[in-house]
């Protein structure tokens, strides 16, 4: 079936440094996306989120883009800080379905100091 | 604390026995969603609710898997005649409709099974 994925199972990445965090998906039926955030024992902590109509959605020293074009979404963390190092996952809904989110294995980023 | 709970946050049981799993959404949210995460692996979508209707099921969810939100408040999960692949990570998330509005959903902490 259509699924999220990522290109990178772990990203690893100096304390002050810039972090983007990449994610293709394969439904273009997909209308609306979330990045989320898992630390080890935790439930997902919502990040960001993205509709389809839009390409770029800034939050607090977070960034989600969308290219539809070549269905690539990417986090882009700025600054990053030893707190970032998590799991992080992108999910995707699918245009006319009530709710159900179809998440990706999810990228590790460690912050080394 | 006004996040998503779930009770419990662990459960170890053999395999054959029944477990029980409670959810508590964010108070007014209409949406309640259950979803299964394995180690390494991005959660997984079971089921949901819009107020006290299950309008959605999975594949995943085989007929030893029921789960009722009867007031359309809290939910439970019931899982039947564990079996050892049902360990993993049984997360709820709630979330509330505005409109034709998508809203986020809000993860709980799960309860993490362990079947023996």
């Known amino acids: 079936g259509e699924s999220v994925g990522l290109h990178l199972p772990t990203l690893s990445v100096q304390e002050g440094d810039n972090s983007i965090i990449n994610c293709a998906y394969s439904n273009s039926a997909s209308d609306y996306f979330i990045w989320y955030k898992q630390e080890s024992g935790k439930g997902p902590q919502f990040i960001i989120d993205i509709r389809s109509n839009m390409d770029k959605r800034q939050g607090q020293r977070v960034t989600v883009l969308l290219n539809k074009t070549v269905k690539h979404l990417s986090l882009q963390i700025a600054a990053t800080q030893p707190g970032d190092s998590a799991v992080y996952f992108c999910a995707e809904k699918e245009s006319g379905t009530a709710s159900k989110l179809t998440f990706g294995t999810g990228t590790r980023l460690q912050v080394t100091l | 604390d006004t996040g998503v709970s779930q009770d419990p946050r662990h459960k170890i049981t053999k395999r054959g026995q029944n477990v029980t799993f409670r959810c508590d959404p964010i108070?007014?949210?209409?949406?309640l969603y259950w979803y299964r995460q394995t180690l390494g692996q991005g959660p997984e979508f079971l089921t949901y609710f819009q107020n006290e209707a299950q309008l959605e099921k999975s594949r995943l969810l085989s007929d030893r898997f029921s789960a009722e939100r009867p007031k359309g408040s809290f939910s439970t999960l019931e899982i039947q005649r564990t079996e050892q692949g049902d360990s993993a990570m049984y997360l709820c998330?709630?979330?509330?409709?505005?409109?034709?509005?998508?809203?986020?959903?809000?993860f709980g902490p799960g309860t993490r099974l362990t079947v023996l």
């Open positions: 998330a709630s979330s509330s409709r505005t409109g034709e509005s998508y809203n986020e959903q809000f």
């Open positions: 108070s007014e949210h209409n949406r």
